[in-house]
């Protein structure tokens, strides 16, 4: 199969996966089951399942293989993927998508004997039912409507795998949530309390944002990105409540070229009020890496410009938890959730 139609097929063979999984989901519970770890309308298991199972029928077609064997091949592609996709969403995501621990015959709960003799039934089905008028059907589409929406639906999972992904990596309990608090307040209470960082909430910096937000916004997601990858917090949080440390309006003011100067700036001005660590005149001089060419030589560096980058893009975007950003009604600062922590 051409790489255009394997990515076509994973596509819709996700999508129709997930649709008849919500519809057995949904029957049962009488109510609707989005089901899977992803938000979106697919199932990349169901995706990989059906390609799987296509070449396999032409593999075996080929050999001229018995029932048995191809009952057995079958048996060993379906539930292997059951219980591969069951081991990594435990492994890498925490999460258990299905549970047949009450059925006779399970392993872990990720796998069962019923529903290893459904998926053998269900592969036959899509082998003589499913697949004849797919080839059908796939043969007569031009390959521009294959390739938009193969695209669009491969770029959605992509993305939504990502947020996936970046959700599992901050995900705390609350216990450990109002520990994290508690660190930064404690880590970042004396940087604001230097006069010139707390100026800082008299210049606007991104949209409605003033540079006080946004400095504390970065600090804080560099913190929990730092504590989960057991970095350097202290320094994380000093230097990122640093990094912007200058003091004009760069949209109407400023000098020139101030993408390319101001962390210069900043760490002059920070030098001039706090002793600063290697690592934390690092952190303020490499953010805007890679404009800054000469590349962060700690993680905690990298970090920090990472989460800048995202923070900025977030900003101007408009990529918020609430869809929008809180617009500032009384000229104070716009205050989020993480930022009234401090
Ligand atoms: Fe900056
Ligand atoms: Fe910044």
């Known amino acids: 199969m051409a790489m255009l139609d394997l990515v076509f097929s994973f596509s819709c063979f996700a999508i129709l996966g997930w649709m008849l999984e919500v519809a057995y989901r949904s029957s049962f519970s009488r109510r609707f089951i989005n089901p899977g770890l992803l938000k979106g309308p697919y199932l990349i298991l169901y995706g990989a399942g059906a390609l799987i199972l296509m070449e396999a029928a032409d593999l075996l077609q080929a050999t001229t293989a018995g029932l048995a ?32 621990s009450d059925q006779r015959f399970h392993y872990k709960g990720h796998i069962c004997l019923k529903f290893s003799l459904y998926w053998i039934v269900m592969a036959f089905a899509f082998e003589y039912l499913v697949v004849p008028p797919y080839q059908v059907l796939l043969g007569q589409l031009h390959p521009v409507v294959k390739g938009v929406f193969a695209g669009a639906a491969l770029s959605f999972m992509l993305l939504d795998l990502l947020m996936t992904g970046i959700r599992t990596f901050f995900r705390m309990t609350p216990e450990e949530k109002g520990a994290a608090d508690a660190e930064f307040r404690d880590a970042a209470s004396p940087v604001l309390a230097l006069p010139d960082v707390a100026r800082l909430s008299e210049y606007p910096h991104h949209r409605e944002k003033t540079r006080l937000d946004h400095v504390k916004e970065v600090a804080y997601i560099s913190f929990l990105c730092g504590r989960r990858l057991s970095l350097d917090c202290g320094a994380i949080i000093r230097g990122a409540l640093l990094h912007d440390l200058f003091f004009y309006d760069w949209l109407r003011g400023g000098p020139r070229l101030h993408g390319f100067r101001h962390h210069t700036i900043a760490l002059n001005n920070a030098r001039r009020i706090t002793h600063l660590s290697k690592k934390e005149e690092d952190i303020i001089k490499k953010h805007m890496w890679p404009l800054t060419v ?11 410009s990472l989460v800048d980058t995202y923070c900025s893009a977030k900003d101007y975007l408009r990529l918020d938890r609430q869809g929008k950003i809180k617009k500032r009604t009384d000229g104070s600062a716009g205050q989020s959730g993480r930022e009234k922590l401090i």
């Open 69 to 100: 064997v191809k009952t057995l091949v079958y048996f060993a592609v379906t539930t292997g993927l059951e219980l591969f996709s069951a081991v990594i969403a435990k492994r890498l995501f925490n999460a258990r998508l299905w549970d047949y």
């Open 294 to 304: 000469v590349p962060p030589r700690y993680p905690e560096s990298l970090v920090v």
